[in-house]
């Protein structure tokens, strides 16, 4: 009698957690070894990103993208309520601005009308 396992990735929500490009990752397995709670496994194909099988184990702590030794293989993707995205807007002229945006422009030094 043959028994075989497999593992294969069932995400129970549509978040994705990390994304991997296959163009990039040579299949090294740095980022499954330092996982702090064993989210990655490695993929029985030899050169293939790593499975990501437990997406809401996923601690987005980073060190998976920070062990890996080829830039740009791994992907985190924050939950839209993780993200940091900060936009206000001048009322006077109805420019919006951002965080980290190329080229600020220069600070509103007027007072604030009532």
Same mark, same amino acid.
């Given at each position: 009698m043959r028994?075989?396992?497999?593992?294969?990735? +069932?995400?129970? &929500?549509?978040?994705?957690?990390?994304?991997f490009d296959?163009?990039?990752?040579?299949?090294?397995?740095?980022?499954?070894?330092?996982?702090?709670?064993?989210?990655?496994?490695?993929?029985?194909?030899?050169?293939?990103?790593p499975l990501v099988l437990y997406t809401d184990e996923c601690w987005y702590c980073g060190t998976c993208v920070l062990e890996c030794p080829r830039p740009g293989a791994i992907t985190m993707r924050h939950?839209? +309520?993780? #993200?940091? #995205?900060?936009?206000?807007?001048? &009322? &006077? &002229?109805?420019?919006?601005?951002?965080?980290g945006m190329k080229n600020p422009p220069e600070p509103d030094t007027r007072p604030a009308s009532s």
């Open positions: 028994r075989d396992a497999w593992m294969v990735p +069932n995400p129970p &929500t549509p978040n994705r957690a990390i994304d296959p163009g990039v990752c040579n299949g090294c397995n740095r980022c499954v070894e330092i996982c702090r709670s064993d989210v990655l496994m490695p993929n029985p194909k030899r050169k293939a990103p939950p839209m +309520n993780q #993200s940091v #995205s900060v936009v206000w807007k001048r &009322t &006077t &002229t109805g420019e919006s601005f951002r965080l």
